[in-house]
């Protein structure tokens, strides 16, 4: 069956950078977007960034465009967000996700439709 292997995360200053990894399992990863998502206390998982199955095609929330970075190497079934010039909003677990049935457009941003999801990592941003 499929699963998602996360790593990376943790304490990081403002300003600072990061980078997490999400190691796919289990089927074709060429077959799924990756996306990433964060959880907020009140709103649930929330939309970060997806990548399409090449990598042709990536998404944003507002919120984090032209900072973070979402990223895939077929070849290794790895997906990535760098993460640069974090904020302490940015504060969350994050999550990285598979959808197969938005492999193409990787425009994915409901959290509801993802089929498989990594254990989740803590990022925490200190000032």
């Known amino acids: 069956q499929v699963q998602l292997e996360q790593s990376g995360g943790g304490l990081v200053q403002v300003g600072g950078s990061l980078r997490l990894a999400c190691v796919f399992t289990?089927?074709?990863?060429?077959?799924?977007?990756m996306a990433w998502f964060r959880q907020d206390p009140t709103k649930g998982r929330k939309f970060v960034a997806a990548?399409?199955?090449?990598?042709?095609?990536?998404n944003y929330d507002d919120s984090v465009k032209g900072r973070f970075t979402v990223s895939r190497n077929n070849n290794n079934n790895t997906a990535w967000l760098q993460m640069n010039s974090v904020n302490p909003e940015d504060t969350a677990p994050y999550y990285c996700?598979?959808?197969?049935?938005?492999?193409?457009?990787?425009?994915?941003?409901?959290?509801?439709?993802?089929?498989?999801w990594g254990q989740g990592t803590q990022v925490i941003v200190s000032s």
């Open positions: 996700a598979a959808d197969e049935d938005s492999s193409y457009s990787g425009n994915q941003r409901d959290a509801m439709e993802y089929e498989y």
């Open positions: 990548v399409n199955w090449n990598g042709g095609r990536t």
């Open positions: 289990g089927r074709r990863f060429s077959y799924f977007a």
